[in-house]
């Protein structure tokens, strides 16, 4: 794929959905970080549900704590691997009091010290949390972008450093954004909804599938 096709792919993303985010339920940095930790082979749907109960009785690392393993696992028990997310929510939320005054780091390597967080989920932090132009590459964006052929490779890490270099610097911020949502509602797995793609024509996908989906486009 050409530069000057990505870059009318993500135009035309960009005035679709102008400010695009994540669709996890949070206030502050601490409760996206205990978010994006619980959505590890979870649906983003499923998290919400167990923030919405969590985050009014404990949304620090102190409160976090104060709950204990059974408290905390009690509220998020839904969620998969649940005892293992909450193992890792309290280690994590001891070292943020231990080393950085209770507040989540800022940079990768200090993130990713912390457990229950990979470079996927602090890369989401430092994008959505502070602003920083990374592209977490989950299995939505790993699928689109090689079918696409906005960014193909054989692993995330690949993918990643594909979509880093190839996706213009102005759509960089909000380029995982847009990617996510167009791999959950539009070029999904098994039936990608081809007929209501807006960059049908832009997509190099082989086998693109134009029967009448009956889905309508998601945006936001």
Same mark, same amino acid.
């Given at each position: 794929?050409?530069?000057?096709?990505?870059?009318?792919?993500?135009?035309?993303?960009?005035? /679709?959905?102008?400010?695009?985010?994540?669709?996890?339920?949070?206030?502050?940095?601490?409760?996206?970080?205990? /978010?994006?930790?619980?959505?590890?082979?979870?649906?983003?749907?499923?998290?919400?549900?167990?923030?919405?109960?969590?985050?009014?009785?404990?949304?620090?690392?102190?409160?976090?704590?104060?709950?204990?393993?059974?408290?905390?696992?009690?509220?998020?028990?839904? %969620?998969?691997?649940?005892?293992?997310?909450?193992?890792?929510?309290?280690?994590?939320?001891?070292?943020?009091?231990?080393?950085?005054?209770?507040?989540?780091?800022?940079?990768?390597?200090?993130?990713?010290?912390?457990?229950?967080?990979?470079?996927?989920?602090?890369?989401? %932090?430092?994008?959505?949390?502070?602003?920083?132009?990374?592209?977490?590459?989950?299995?939505?964006?790993?699928?689109?972008?090689?079918?696409?052929?906005?960014?193909?490779?054989?692993?995330?890490?690949?993918?990643?450093?594909?979509?880093?270099?190839?996706?213009?610097?102005?759509?960089?911020?909000?380029?995982?954004?847009?990617?996510?949502?167009?791999?959950?509602?539009?070029?999904?797995?098994?039936?990608?909804?081809?007929?209501?793609?807006?960059?049908?024509?832009?997509?190099?996908?082989?086998?693109?599938?134009?029967?009448?989906?009956?889905?309508?486009?998601?945006?936001?």
């Amino acid at each position: 794929m050409n530069a000057a096709k990505r870059y009318e792919i993500f135009t035309r993303f960009k005035v /679709a959905n102008p400010k695009p985010t994540t669709e996890l339920e949070y206030t502050t940095s601490f409760e996206l970080l205990v /978010a994006v930790i619980l959505s590890a082979q979870a649906t983003d749907k499923s998290v919400n549900l167990a923030t919405r109960k969590l985050f009014p009785l404990a949304n620090t690392p102190e409160k976090i704590i104060a709950l204990g393993e059974a408290g905390l696992s009690n509220l998020i028990q839904r %969620i998969g691997l649940y005892r293992t997310k909450a193992k890792n929510i309290l280690a994590t939320c001891k070292l943020l009091i231990q080393h950085h005054h209770s507040q989540v780091p800022k940079t990768r390597d200090e993130l990713e010290k912390l457990p229950g967080v990979g470079r996927k989920t602090a890369n989401v %932090i430092l994008n959505t949390a502070f602003g920083e132009p990374t592209i977490a590459v989950d299995t939505h964006i790993f699928r689109v972008a090689n079918r696409t052929g906005i960014a193909p490779g054989k692993n995330v890490l690949m993918v990643e450093h594909k979509l880093m270099k190839f996706v213009p610097t102005e759509f960089r911020h909000d380029a995982h954004h847009w990617l996510i949502l167009h791999g959950r509602y539009v070029c999904k797995a098994r039936k990608p909804a081809c007929n209501c793609c807006l960059i049908n024509d832009l997509c190099e996908y082989k086998h693109k599938n134009l029967e009448n989906n009956n889905v309508t486009v998601v945006t936001s």
